[in-house]
């Protein structure tokens, strides 16, 4: 983004007129020499945080006590960081307590990766003391310095690592390859929602493929609370994931994995989910599970209808379309008997016109209130009252009974009359 750059450049001009001196770093500059688009520049200068803040009009102090404020100039966020140094890494985990420095080489050097670990110029020059652009050119990822050390260190970097070989379709050097081989057990340091976010961008990565078959094959997950679910998973061939939106990359894994509703439920809590992904997660379970359990009693398309709208109204359009698109790219012999592959074909060939001929989709689209029902049977609430309505949504999202006042009626009185004969 050209306004982005030219506006960080207004930033490091007024950093740099003040007598400090003031670079792009980090990822922004890996990404421009890779080509990519960047969704955020990151700067970083010699002076201190309270002396940045006292030369920007609107400054947030997010993580002052490491040195990282954000400017706000012109539209654009950037966090300026202050030259510094990690010491006394505690757990493996990144410290809380830093040293502020005067050299951009000292703060480079504390970064993970030498792709990372560059810095760029006002007027355009880099600032490259690990050798990072060749790193680049090479399509290599290696550490700064030595490997084990800055795994031991900072025991999240080995899963930055995986991700970045995934995500930018890079080699791992063989000396840091064999490092996080060495030190893969210390990722159990890490919290898991950290854990969570860097699988999340495998997930949502060109290919998460090779991200899956890098961690199968470092075995990084082992130690933390994935582990089990995470060998249910990779056990399973998965060719078409990538074909999938990233949502439904998960859906697939799940399947694959053969995760029970309840399991899945404990299992997307530890990972630290969202409550709406982890619900979406758990519809699709349900209906595969459903789609699974239609007795062999079952046999002609009209009924299959009634139980596909059946799950629509219970778990929305949006699985409806998640299980459409997963059974697609699943494998012929996932489903192990010969009638759970007929229905599943049967689903998957009729499933979106019957979700697109459904026009109710809950309760508050049927054009009867429950007290509309009580008042004209003239009998007193109690659960029948529910399971009349449910029967009433299913009959007009069917397109049995028509959406309308008088015959919702008129259905409501043959049940009930039907039931108390
Ligand atoms: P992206 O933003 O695309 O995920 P990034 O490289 O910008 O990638 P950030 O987490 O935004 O990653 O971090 C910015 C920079 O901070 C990195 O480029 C790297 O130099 C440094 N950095 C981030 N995390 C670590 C870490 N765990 N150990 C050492 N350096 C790190
Ligand atoms: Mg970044």
């Known amino acids: 983004d050209r306004d982005m750059a030219l506006e960080a450049g207004r930033v490091l001009d007024r950093l740099i007129s003040a007598g400090h001196d003031a670079y792009w770093v980090g990822g922004c500059v890996r990404d421009e020499l890779l080509g990519r688009s960047i969704q955020d520049m990151d700067l970083t200068t010699s002076a201190e945080p309270g002396e940045v803040v006292g030369l920007f009009d609107n400054v947030i102090p997010t993580g002052i006590q490491h040195g990282t404020v954000t400017v706000v100039s012109g539209g654009y966020s950037f966090e300026v960081t202050t030259f510094r140094t990690e010491s006394d890494y505690e757990d493996h985990r990144r410290p809380q307590d830093v040293k502020f420095v005067k050299d951009v080489r000292e703060d480079l050097r504390r970064r993970d990766f030498t792709m990372n670990a ?134 697939l894994l799940l399947l694959s994995g053969r995760f029970e509703p309840e399991e899945a439920d404990v299992m997307l809590r530890e990972w630290t989910f969202s409550n709406a992904f982890r619900i979406r997660m758990l519809r699709l379970l349900e209906w595969e599970k459903a789609a699974a359990e239609v007795p062999p009693t079952v046999s002609d398309e009209a009924e299959l209808r009634q139980l596909w709208i059946a799950w629509l109204l219970r778990w929305g359009q949006e699985s409806a379309a998640d299980w459409l698109a997963v059974n697609g790219v699943l494998p012929p012999d996932f489903r192990q008997n010969a009638a759970s592959r007929r229905v599943a074909g049967v689903l998957a060939a009729k499933g979106r016109e019957w979700t697109d001929q459904t026009s109710i989709q809950q309760m508050k689209d049927l054009n009867i209130t429950g007290n509309d029902l009580l008042a004209e049977l003239n009998r007193r609430g109690g659960p029948w009252l529910g399971k009349l309505m449910e029967h009433l949504l299913l009959a007009a999202a069917s397109g049995e009974i028509a959406n309308e006042k008088e015959q919702l009626i008129e259905e409501a009185k043959r049940v009930t009359e039907v039931e108390e004969a």
Request: with cysteine; net charge positive.
């Open 118 to 251: 560059m810095a760029l110029t006002r007027d355009g020059e880099l600032v490259d003391p690990f050798g990072g652009e060749a790193d680049i050119r090479n399509r290599l990822i290696r550490c700064v310095g030595a490997a084990d050390e800055r795994f031991e260190e900072d025991a999240l970097r080995m899963l930055r690592c995986v991700r970045f070989a995934a995500v930018f379709g890079f080699r791992i050097a063989p000396s840091t390859w064999r490092a996080l081989l060495g030190k893969r057990h210390l990722l159990r340091f890490i919290a898991m929602e950290r854990v969570r976010t860097e699988m999340e961008k495998i997930m949502k990565g060109p290919d998460p493929l090779r991200g899956l078959e890098l961690l199968r094959r470092s075995a990084l997950l082992s130690s933390t609370k994935a582990a089990t679910p995470w060998e249910r998973i990779s056990a399973w061939s998965l060719d078409k994931l990538n074909e999938l939106p990233e949502p439904q990359r998960w859906e």
